[in-house]
């Protein structure tokens, strides 16, 4: 899949931001035993994080990201990736422990795909994470086989 | 004859091993795809073997084909149309959904029909022959192992040997489906009561309704399904969408407007509230819905709905709504919506019922208190009063104000002893009854002793403190007052060069004793004094090194009690901040002799 601006998607890749070792390797083992083809990638921070994606040359279909992380939150991290028109097609999960209504109303406004909240027994966990991702590799997968829809731009909204 | 018995004798050698093999596999693996994998290999080893299938029914219609060929590793899997007509199952045998495989051998040359399609896909790989394994694997489930041979084996107790075969690996295969079917539902209940458990805390986390519903619809999804939507009975009896959320943000909108103004949506949720169950449509019965298959909303085809109703004490809340994009088998079962809709249900009486009674002990406190002071040209009067905690009880403390017929000015302060609707009941009772009094002209004294009289009829076992004072202009600016107090703390006058006394009076409190022995005293108040009148509350508060907020309060009312609205308020906050323990209700009273010549 090919982005209109050129730039490879590769939906085989998911980006995992999580700055607690837990949930990290919760995540891993989550998605081993329900997406074995996916390769999941893990960094620990949100600095750096937009320069160092739009230096690749294929970006990752997902992006799994927590909200409470030292450094930027999730939330700074949100509006700078939904920034770059470049990023558009990347898939951005908010992955939490809140399920404030304030909350995921901030990161729908700011751009978020979805908003899972992060249960804490693993077998949940690894459900609403399965959920998550089927829904977004349905929905890629139709929309890759349909003549692309342009993205509205919350920044135009 | 020796041939073939030394060829079938070489055969059982390794068959045990194999068989073994497949039934360690059988406890292991996670799916029936994968248990098959290992039971075509295991036929397809056997000499003669050109081809083996597995087709899954339910009932007479066909679930899927796989083929697997000695020619192609791989198993080809089909799914789609096939009909069973006529092709027998074993029955079950009783007190079990399964039952012992049955095994028909097929001449493929003479045609293929009441096996198909495997007999086709069979002769495809060169087969004439086929032995055919039938076997139950739940109520209206079942499957067919079928191999297929380049030839009716010439040799009976060959035949004999593949048809026990055959048999011995469909029962590794019934047993392996059992396992496995066991091990989802035992994981898909952890799911539920992980589930359940998780949103009982959400729904432990407010005690607003909207946002208790936002957060368990928020868990929902996608934990249990893509969307969820929950409607409410409003004040005006219509049902009305409370809260709504979905797993993509760009359909979340999309599902609040349909939930709000969809008729069939609409039609959909009145129907569960009547029918009083869980409503699931899918597929055809979604033909007409906003969400079906064949329509365009947003993000992917619905493929099921599930509306549960919510009931909480024999009524009618509301509904809880499910959209699955998810396959239509993946619709949560009757015991996790059922027992969601249950839990969600108390939650919102809960709620609707604590925020129904708060709003009742705001009303009740309010009318236990007057409205409004009343104007009196010679006095300011000032007046606070601090709920001790968020406690649901209406306290009993309470002051009044009251200017009697001849213009006097009649000041009231009083504390039922307890909180609740007998306390709060007894104030109200107390209160007015002296307000009653004191508005005729009855003196402090004689007013608190009818009050006693009446406290005693009434029977009531709580007792009560009151201080009423009478405040007289002396014509200069001053006041005389007369003061008298029935078990309740003294008041302190301060003076207007910041001089703090005791207006010492005594007497036994109301309500218990028919002699309350009142000892009233007369003070004169000059221009510039006030007469700071209290409950308990405020001399009681402890600070965390258990001094009584009493030793500070000469200070306490020198410092605070200033001509400025916010006077007695000022002294509640101090004791406020004072205060590390105790936590009862206060009351504060402040006249201020204004000096003016009345």
């Known amino acids: ?72 939150d999730g939330h700074e991290v949100l509006a700078e990736l939904r920034s770059r028109p470049e990023l558009d097609d990347v898939t951005v999960v908010v992955f939490t422990s809140s399920t404030s209504p304030a909350e995921v109303d901030a990161c729908y406004a700011a751009g978020a795909d979805s908003y899972v909240y992060k249960p804490v027994n693993f077998t949940l966990f690894r459900t609403v994470l399965k959920g998550a991702i089927d829904y977004w590799q349905a929905s890629r997968g139709a929309a890759s086989h349909a003549p692309p829809v342009p993205r509205q731009q919350s920044s135009e909204a | ?18 068989l073994h093999s497949l039934w360690l596999a059988a406890q292991d693996v996670e799916n029936v795809e994968e248990m098959a994998r290992h039971v075509y290999a295991a036929m397809l080893a056997e000499d003669d073997v050109l081809a083996v299938t597995g087709s899954r029914w339910e009932g007479d219609r066909l679930r899927y084909l796989r083929v697997a060929t000695t020619a192609r590793s791989t198993t080809t899997t089909t799914t789609g149309a096939g009909t069973a007509a006529g092709r027998p199952v074993p029955p079950p045998e009783p007190g079990r959904a399964a039952a012992r495989p049955l095994v028909h051998h097929h001449d493929l040359d003479a045609g293929t029909e009441g096996f198909a399609p495997e007999g086709r896909a069979l002769a495809e790989a060169g087969a004439h022959f086929a032995l055919e394994s039938r076997f139950r694997l739940g109520e209206n489930d079942w499957a067919s192992y079928s191999v297929g041979l380049a030839e009716r084996p010439r040799d009976a107790a060959v035949l004999t040997a593949m048809t026990a075969r055959l048999v011995q690996l469909s029962e590794v295969l019934v047993a392996s489906n059992r396992r496995i079917v066991e091990a989802r539902e035992h994981e898909r209940r952890l799911i539920e009561d992980a589930f359940l458990a998780e949103a009982s805390l959400q729904m432990d986390a407010s005690l607003d309704v909207q946002e208790t519903l936002s957060r368990v619809a928020r868990l929902a999804v996608p934990a249990v399904a893509e969307g969820c939507a929950v409607h409410l009975f409003a004040d005006l009896g219509g049902l009305a969408p409370v809260a709504s959320a979905h797993v993509a943000a760009d359909v979340q909108p999309w599902l ?22 869980c409503v699931v449509l899918s597929g055809e019965e979604l033909d007409g819905a906003p969400f079906g298959p064949h329509t365009d909303g947003p993000g992917q085809p619905v493929n099921a709905v599930s509306v549960s109703p919510l009931r909480a004490r024999g009524k009618a809340l509301g509904t809880l709504t499910f959209i699955y994009h998810r396959g239509e088998d993946a619709v949560a079962g009757t015991r996790l919506l059922d027992n969601l809709a249950r839990r969600a249900a108390l939650a919102i009486d809960t709620t609707t019922a604590y925020e129904q009674r708060r709003r009742h002990v705001e009303q009740l406190q309010r009318h236990l208190l007057p409205n409004a002071l009343p104007v009196w040209p010679s006095a300011d009067l000032y007046a ?13 403390d309470f002051y009044d104000a009251v200017v009697d017929r001849d213009g006097r000015l009649a000041v009231v302060i009083g504390d039922v002893c307890g909180r609740g609707a007998e306390a709060a009941a007894l104030t109200g009772l107390a209160r007015h009854t002296l307000r009653t009094l004191l508005e005729d002209g009855v ?24 201080l009423v004072a009478v405040l007289t202009p002396d014509g200069g600016g001053a006041c005389l007052a007369r003061v008298a107090a029935a078990g309740h703390p003294s008041p302190l006058v301060r003076r207007k060069d910041g001089l703090v006394e005791e207006v ?11 002699d309350t022995d009142l000892q009233p005293t007369s003070l004169r108040l000059e221009a510039g004094d006030s007469l700071v009148m209290f409950t308990d509350g405020l001399t009681e508060a402890r600070s965390a090194s258990g001094v009584f907020f009493e030793d500070h309060l000469p200070e306490a009312v020198r410092d605070c009690v200033v001509e400025e609205p916010e006077t007695a308020a000022g002294l509640v906050a101090r004791m406020s901040a004072f205060r590390a323990t105790g936590s009862d209700d206060t009351a504060v009273l402040v006249a ?6 009345g």
Do not use: C
């Open chain 1, 1 to 72: 899949m090919t982005t209109e601006r050129g730039r490879r998607i590769d939906l085989g890749s998911v980006l995992v931001v999580e700055d607690n070792l837990e949930d990290a390797e919760a995540i891993e083992r989550a998605l081993r035993h329900t997406h074995p083809e996916l390769r999941p990638e893990f960094t620990t921070r949100g600095d750096g994080l937009l320069e160092m994606l739009l230096a690749r040359e294929a970006l990752p279909g997902l992006v799994l990201l927590d909200l409470n992380m030292p450094g930027p």
């Open chain 2, 1 to 18: 004859m020796t041939t073939a018995n030394s060829r079938i004798d070489g055969i059982d050698a390794s068959w045990p091993a194999r």
């Open chain 2, 256 to 277: 609040a407007d349909l939930a709000r103004d969809d008729p069939w949506f609409a039609d959909l949720v009145d129907r569960a509230v009547r029918s009083g169950e």
């Open chain 2, 384 to 396: 606070a009063y601090e709920v001790a905690d968020d406690s649901l009880e209406v306290g009993g």
């Open chain 2, 443 to 466: 003196l402090p004294e004689l007013a608190l002793q009818r009050l006693n009289t009446i406290l005693l009829d009434q029977g009531t076992t709580r007792f009560v403190t009151a």
């Open chain 2, 504 to 514: 010492r009076v005594t007497g036994l409190f109301l309500g218990v004793l028919p």
């Open chain 2, 592 to 597: 201020h002799v204004k000096g003016t010549a």
